[in-house]
């Protein structure tokens, strides 16, 4: 694991940031870093994954059927679109996107958490309502009493669910163009 710290923050421009770069060797998917970049004075972070091989952009789609599928394990890189199409949601690439090293419990976490904030936060009374519907389903989910699909779709192929019930297809890149 290499650290860099106190490096100038793109942001706030303080040096105060933490740049972190950790090395994984994942079975059928290979080398790959996790990058992390952390400011502790205006809380800017970013982190990403890159693998040591050039990948095919894919499209990895996994059936969660009980509570032992939280456990597999699941590579995002910063370019990926996660989806739960049974639940109408989905968390695109974007400036706040992360890459991460989880499982599929974590990606139903980081559902949740966005979740949460909406049921907290929205101005909308019926947005609170179908937010705390959604939460009820997730829960389901994780009891393993509701089964769900996942989706995750990544023009760069770093992103994988590693289990062999996953299927794998080839993600036809949109041109930026048309
Ligand atoms: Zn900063």
Known sequence: MDILKNRPCPLCHKNKLTLLEEEYDIPYFGKCYLMSMKCENCDYKVSDIESEEQKDPSRHTFELKNKKDLNVRVVKSGQATVKVP???????????????????????????????????????????????????????????????KIVIEDPSGNSAIIDKRTVVEKLKVKNANS
Not at 116 to 145: F, I, P
């Open 86 to 148: 049974a639940l109408k949601m989905s968390v695109e690439p974007g400036p706040a996107s992360e890459g991460y090293i989880s499982n599929i419990e974590g990606v139903l976490q980081r559902f949740k958490k966005i979740i949460e904030q909406e049921r907290d936060s929205a101005e909308d009374e019926d947005v609170r309502k179908a937010a705390k519907n959604l939460l009820k389903k997730l829960w389901k989910v994780e009891l393993g009493e509701m089964p769900i």
